[in-house]
Each structure stands twice: as structure tokens, then as C-alpha cells.
């Protein structure tokens, strides 16, 4: 989606892991009730044992779409690179993303730019194939060496490679993601929808600080973005019952 297409909505998925307790219990039925309130698609964080054909026909009935999936970063190297790709290209899945780099490859500032060399070079063998490979932050992604955060080094040394922005991880890091996601546009293919307080503990979206409409705003116009991603971690709440919530407050500004 091009800053001319801004008007087009964005469709909002769930990020597994967020009700990964139930998925365990019931990975079907979990998808049929993230499906029934109403989300677009899901964003996978294990598959739960289940072949990628039987996964594919799960998603179909229920209407849902495969928006990404969580990855580590050993399933994208070597011969597993096109085991990935094919179990990915049945689910209908384009966004094979890391969720977080393996200690060795974030512990200085030359790990990290070896980090970006590798992603990119992943990123353009699949980019045939009409998939992505992204990154997601949690807080070490914004270290500082020298001047230069961890995240600038990746970003700033690749173009390939998809910024998956955690507004609520970036947040609670002491960053500011807007300020991050405008210096890279059009590197925001996956956004993650995960709310930040300065005194609540991981809430809900909406129920925090964040200002949802400015996110919005930059996605929709300079991020080039495909997909929002709703991702909530509070174990203190009811899963199932939270992400409905943060979806309510999504499609209440008009989402």
C-alpha cells in the first residue's frame, strides 16, 4: 500500500502468542473464536503440530488470513530456508518474521552488522517467492553503540528487510517508535499493536498512553504498512477476552 492508497483499511490480526495458553489446549477452536470476534487475520507464533495443509484449510473455513508468522532465525538458514518457505507458501503466509536475534548476534555493534548483511540477504533470496523477512523489537534492539542504537545499525544497513515496530516494546525501552519508523518509511509492512502505560502494567489497547491516532497516521501514509498486529502479554487478564477488547477499541476508531 502506497502513501496513494492511504485510504485503504488496514486489516488487523492477532498475534498468537497472545492466547498461546489456549492454543495449547485447543489451537482449532482458539483460531475459531479469534476468528468469531471478528479479527482478519492471525500471525503465527508455533504451529502446534498441525501440517501446513490441514493449517491452510483451518484458516479457509474460518475466513482468516496467515498475516505473518514468528520465526527463529536458524529455520531461515541453510536447507531450512526452503522448508520454511514452502510450509509458509501453503498457509498463504508472505511475513516470515525474527522476533529476536540470538545473543551472539547482538552483543556488539559489528554482531549486529552482521545480523543485517544475513537478514538481507535472506530477504532478497525469498523476495522471488513474493515473501518478506522482518524483524521485531522487544528493548535490546534499541542498545546503544557508539552513537548508533542497534536498531539504526540493522535498519540503517539493509532495505530489504521489514521493520516490525512494537509500538508498546519500543515504549517501555525509553524509545520513541514514530521517531524510528519515520527515519526508515516504507519499511513498515508489519505493525504491532501492543499498548504501553508509564503506570499500568501491559494493558490493553486503548487503556494506555500510546497515541494510537498518530500511529495510525504514518502507517497509513508513509509505512507502506499491510497489517496491524494486536499482541497483549498481561497474564494478570483473561486472554481471549483481552484481544476481543483491544479489537473492540480498534474497530471503535473506525480500524
Not at 503465527?44 to 488470513?65: H, N, Q, S, V
Not at 545480523?115 to 518478506?132: S, T
Not at 534499541?142 to 519500543?170: C, H, P
Not at 499500568?200 to 491516532?213: E, N, R
Request: hydrophobic share 40%; proline share 4%; aromatic share 10%.
Amino acid at each position: 500500500m502506497s502513501s496513494a492508497d492511504a485510504s485503504k483499511k488496514v486489516p488487523i490480526a492477532l498475534q498468537l502468542f497472545s492466547v498461546r495458553h489456549a492454543c495449547k489446549e485447543d489451537f482449532a477452536g482458539t483460531l475459531s473464536a479469534v476468528a468469531k470476534m471478528g479479527y482478519d487475520g492471525v500471525e503465527f507464533a508455533g504451529y502446534y503440530d498441525t501440517p501446513a495443509g490441514e493449517l491452510r484449510k483451518m484458516l479457509d473455513d474460518l475466513g482468516l488470513e496467515a498475516a505473518g508468522t514468528h520465526i527463529g532465525l536458524p529455520t531461515l538458514e541453510g536447507d531450512e530456508l526452503a522448508r520454511t518457505v514452502e510450509f509458509n507458501r501453503t498457509i498463504g503466509n508472505d511475513f516470515l518474521v525474527v522476533p529476536g536475534l540470538p545473543a551472539e548476534r547482538r552483543e556488539s555493534a559489528e554482531a549486529w552488522s552482521d545480523a543485517a548483511k544475513l537478514l538481507e540477504e535472506i530477504a532478497g533470496k525469498v523476495a522471488g517467492d513474493g515473501m518478506w523477512v522482518g524483524c521485531h523489537n522487544h528493548a535490546v534492539e534499541f542498545e546503544d553503540f557508539d552513537g548508533r542504537t542497534a536498531w539504526d545499525i540493522l535498519y540503517g544497513s539493509t532495505e530489504k528487510v521489514v521493520m516490525q515496530m512494537d509500538i508498546g516494546n519500543a515504549l517501555h525501552a525509553g524509545a520513541e517508535p514514530l521517531a524510528f519508523m519515520k527515519k526508515y518509511p516504507g519499511r513498515q509492512q508489519s505493525t504491532h499493536l501492543k499498548e504501553h502505560s508509564a503506570d499500568k502494567d501491559w494493558p490493553i489497547v486503548g487503556d494506555g498512553d500510546v497515541d494510537w491516532a498518530a500511529v495510525f497516521d504514518f502507517c497509513e501514509s508513509a509505512g507502506d504498512t499491510r497489517w496491524y498486529v494486536v499482541e497483549f502479554e498481561n497474564e494478570a487478564y483473561p486472554a481471549l477476552e483481552s484481544v476481543e477488547k483491544c479489537l473492540a477499541f480498534l474497530r471503535g476508531m473506525g480500524k
